[in-house]
């Protein structure tokens, strides 16, 4: 089984490959199977300069199939040998198998890592996210890799409006992810590219047929929400942090798990030449 959640924006990459974005994106995964090989090869080219790797930014990189291929691993230790610096954001529960090469890796690069957990209600991570981990699952990562030394933040994606973004339903979040451990949390509200927008509507006119008109408004001008409502939900989540306790993301939030050991000089054999300066 793979994560089918109905509004995800990389359906769209699905047609890249002639696959359908609906049914097929479902159903289907690719598998670069090469990949740890391919990474390595690049990393060694004359031409890298060491620039950051952002994993996970479109599909997930710990998806139940990465069980069974064991990509990861390799990826990641290529990326320690280099000291490459990298991000992962993820809602898989996988990562955590990997726990002791990103403490590694972080001992000599920076490393950032964040979970995405858009609303901690049960009945609509059912609806809407088929396939993946249940939010307290994901916030238990949060929890480990905090237990564990390592800064880890929450990508409150996505804030479904009308569904996800009640007062009540944003402070339950905001509170489970502070409780949870973490450095950060940056909102984002639901946003609707061509191939995720025809899937996400059609399941909204079968299990909430009444807001379908309203999305059609609230979405007239194009994929992203009205900035009107991105700012309510980000200053109304922002405001929920700081009385949590917690912050957006900052850069270099967050970096490296775990500072290098203080180095000891050893004691002077002899006499000692001493300087002007």
């Given amino acids: 089984m793979k994560y089918r959640c ?13 696959l359908d974005t609906g049914i097929g994106f479902d159903t289907q995964i690719v598998v670069k199977v ?22 996970g930014t479109n599909v997930d990189c710990y998806q139940r199939a990465e069980g069974r291929y064991r990509l990861m691993p390799g990826i990641l230790s290529a990326l320690r040998e280099r000291a490459n610096p990298f991000s992962i954001l993820t809602k898989g529960t996988l990562i955590l198998r990997d726990l002791d090469l990103l403490r590694q890796a972080a001992e000599v690069t920076d490393v950032g890592v964040s979970v995405s957990v858009g609303f901690v209600d049960t009945e609509l991570w059912r ?35 009308f569904l996800g973004d009640e007062p009540a339903q944003l402070r339950s979040t905001v509170r489970a992810i502070a409780e949870a451990g973490a450095t950060s949390v940056t909102p984002l509200a639901l946003h609707l590219r061509p191939g995720a927008r025809e899937w996400f509507m059609a399941w909204l006119g079968q299990h909430h047929p009444h807001l379908v008109r309203r999305y059609e408004r609230l979405y007239a001008e194009g994929a992203y929400a009205p900035k009107w409502y991105q700012r ?27 500072p290098p050991e203080p180095v000891e000089e050893p004691e002077p054999s002899g006499p000692t030449q001493l300087t002007l300066i």
């Avoid at 929890?143 to 479904?160: D, K, Q, Y």
């Fill in 6 to 18: 109905v509004y995800c924006f990389a359906r769209k990459t699905h047609s890249y490959l002639d």
């Fill in 34 to 55: 090469n990949a740890p090989e391919l990474l390595r090869r690049q990393l060694a080219s004359p031409r890298w300069q060491g620039e950051h790797v952002a994993m």
């Fill in 127 to 161: 609806t809407v996210e088929p396939g993946t981990p249940a939010p307290e699952r994901r916030l238990d990562v949060v929890r480990t890799l905090s237990e564990h030394g390592i800064g880890c933040g929450v990508l409150m994606a996505p804030v479904i409006p």
């Fill in 232 to 258: 309510r939900i980000t200053r109304q989540v922002h405001d929920l942090a700081e009385e949590y306790g917690i912050g957006p993301t900052r850069a270099g939030m967050p970096r490296r798990i775990r």
